[in-house]
Every structure is written in structure tokens, then in C-alpha cells.
């Protein structure tokens, strides 16, 4: 089963995305008294470009150089210039990965820096849940990720990884959510919500289908479809208490997604869930 999109692509490439415009370099990547003297016991001048950059990735984006990547030009030139060496000292380091390794190792130690594991993609994915329970907004899931990572001083792995991370805590706050809404509903609305995913021969569609279906503008001519459709809805009794709990952003979400599902794949659902 393929797993559940979390970012957009284009969301994926603004996180992927390393600092170009000086702005940004100056204000990432500006290496200190300490920095500076610490890239300077490197003897070869590829070696202080390549350590330089790893120093400056760890604490942003707050990961470690990847095997073959190759930084942008103007992050090389800034941090070349900064340790008096030549951006395209880089190529010659990025062909070592014993040493890339052995520097990466050495900033771990020196900054009490973890890499990532199983034990902390289970640990964040809880962490996570009551926040994609309040809004499952992707982008703002992954941003809530990276920065609890950068604050427990973990180093966060491929994107792909913290978008699985998002998946499970979505999937998470999704049950969780379904089962406050769930709450709020008696054995009879539950049977008779059950009841609207079937067919009913004399509309040749389910309840639920007939009821979502679009009457058109409101119009004197129309009101009778709109008042037995509301009349419909009300019968139901469900309390607004259902919506009150809920976070803006959830029932937005839910709403979104009742007008989008199929109503086959609710059944589905609806049946697998009295499977459990």
C-alpha cells in the first residue's frame, strides 16, 4: 500500500531546499571565533571548506551532508571565503567519504548531537499526534517536526523519513478524532448513519449520495429539494456538541473530505471498522 502524501512537491522542495540569497547565508551560516578555530585544525584547504559546510548544515537545516551532495555555489563561496580557502575545494572532499564520516562523528561529539533512529521516529510520532489532531495540515506537521528535532538536538534524516513520521501521527489523530466523534453518537444514529451508505431502490443511490448531491442555485423552484434535504439532516439528532470539539481546521478537513469521498469507499470503511 502506497503511503499516505503528506507534502505537496512543491512543499517538498522548500523544505529540501538549502539557503542561496546572502541574506539568508549571513544569517544561517556565519561561523563564529570558535567555529572558525576549530575549522582551521582541518590542514588541507578542502577539508576546512567540507567541515565548515557539515558545521553549518547541523544547525540548518539541522542535518547531516548527505553521500554525493553537492551544496549550491553561492553556500560554498560563503563559507570558502570565511575559512581562506576556494569553493571549488569542495569537489576534492566531496569524494572522501571516510573523511566526511570521521568529520561527521566529530561534530556529533563535540555538540552532543544524535543521529536519528527508530526509537525517535516512534517517540515524535507520539509527540506529534495531538498536534495533527488539532490540524492535519502537512506542511505545518513536517515544520512542527523539524523544529522538535532541532530542539532535542536530533538530526533529522531524509525528508521521505519525517513525511512517513507525519503519515503514522496523521493516521494517529485521524482515528482519534473519529473515535471523539464517535462518542457523541448513539447504537441508533450510528445504524441509522450506516443505513445512508446503502442503496435505497426508489432513488437508485445511497441517502448519503442523494443528500451531498447539488440541487443548484436557491431559487424559489429549488426549495422543496433543500428543505427535504435539511429535513433529512435534522432527523438525525446529532448534537452540535460533535462540531464544538472539534478544531476549525479538523471539521474544515472533514468536510472537505465528505465531499470528496466515494461513498463505496465509506462503506468500505464502515465495514472494516465492524470487522475490528
Given at each position: 500500500m502506497p503511503h499516505r502524501t503528506v507534502l505537496s512537491a512543491a512543499q517538498r522542495s522548500y523544505f529540501a531546499a538549502l539557503p542561496t540569497e546572502h541574506a539568508e547565508l549571513a544569517k544561517y551560516y556565519l561561523l563564529s571565533d570558535e567555529d572558525l578555530a576549530l575549522v582551521q585544525e582541518r590542514r588541507r584547504k578542502e577539508n576546512r571548506v567540507g567541515f565548515a559546510v557539515q558545521l553549518c548544515?547541523?544547525?540548518?537545516?539541522?542535518?547531516?551532508?548527505?553521500?554525493?551532495?553537492?551544496?549550491?555555489?553561492?553556500?560554498?563561496?560563503?563559507?570558502?571565503?570565511?575559512?581562506?580557502?576556494?569553493?571549488?575545494?569542495?569537489?576534492?572532499?566531496?569524494?572522501?567519504?571516510?573523511?566526511?564520516?570521521e568529520h561527521a562523528l566529530l561534530l556529533q561529539e563535540r555538540f552532543a548531537l544524535m543521529t536519528f533512529s527508530g526509537h525517535h521516529f516512534r517517540e515524535v510520532a507520539r509527540w506529534l499526534v495531538p498536534i495533527a489532531a488539532d490540524n492535519p495540515n502537512g506542511n505545518l506537521l513536517v515544520g512542527a517536526v523539524l523544529n522538535e528535532l532541532?530542539?532535542?538536538?536530533?538530526?533529522?534524516?531524509?525528508?521521505?523519513?519525517?513525511?512517513?513520521?507525519?503519515?503514522?501521527?496523521l493516521g494517529r489523530a485521524d482515528r482519534r478524532v473519529l473515535a471523539q466523534i464517535n462518542g457523541y453518537l448513539h447504537t441508533y444514529q450510528r445504524r441509522v448513519l450506516d443505513r445512508w451508505l446503502i442503496?435505497?431502490?426508489?432513488?437508485?443511490?445511497?441517502?448519503?449520495?442523494?443528500?451531498?448531491?447539488?440541487i443548484g442555485k436557491p431559487c424559489p423552484a429549488n426549495l422543496p429539494a433543500i428543505l427535504e434535504r435539511l429535513r433529512a439532516i435534522r432527523e438525525l439528532d446529532i448534537s452540535v456538541a460533535v462540531l464544538d470539539d472539534l478544531p476549525l481546521a479538523r471539521r474544515q478537513g472533514l468536510s472537505r473530505e465528505g465531499t470528496r469521498v466515494a461513498v463505496h469507499s465509506l462503506r468500505l470503511s464502515a465495514t472494516l471498522a465492524v470487522m475490528r
Open positions: 548544515l547541523t544547525r540548518y537545516p539541522g542535518r547531516l551532508l548527505r553521500v554525493g551532495e553537492h551544496p549550491p555555489l553561492p553556500l560554498l563561496r560563503f563559507m570558502a571565503d570565511q575559512v581562506g580557502a576556494d569553493a571549488n575545494a569542495f569537489g576534492a572532499y566531496a569524494k572522501r567519504a571516510e573523511t566526511r564520516r532541532h530542539q532535542r538536538r536530533i538530526l533529522h534524516p531524509e525528508l521521505t523519513v519525517i513525511e512517513r513520521l507525519g503519515a503514522a501521527a442503496p435505497e431502490p426508489d432513488r437508485h443511490q445511497s441517502r448519503f449520495s442523494w443528500v451531498r448531491q447539488p
